[in-house]
């Protein structure tokens, strides 16, 4: 038997896999977490770092 039952068939449920898997599925290598969740995370985790960081500029003196 086969696993689909039509191209369509096929096509329908190889995009909701793709789908759970790029989207919903936790990964372990993502702190277990799903992608969409810990690329919102990573991105607020950026910009909450990036409004810490201090923008002083140091002053050299030229050697010359």
């Known amino acids: 038997m086969s696993w689909f039952q039509s191209l369509f068939d096929a096509r329908r449920k190889i995009t909701a896999w793709r789908h759970d ?3 919903q599925r936790p990964h372990s290598s993502l702190k277990y977490l799903p992608p969409e969740e810990f690329a919102a ?3 607020y985790a950026k910009v909450e770092n990036a409004c810490r960081v201090s923008h002083f500029h140091t002053v050299t003196a030229d050697a010359g």
């Open 21 to 23: 898997y790029n989207e």
């Open 41 to 43: 995370k990573t991105s």
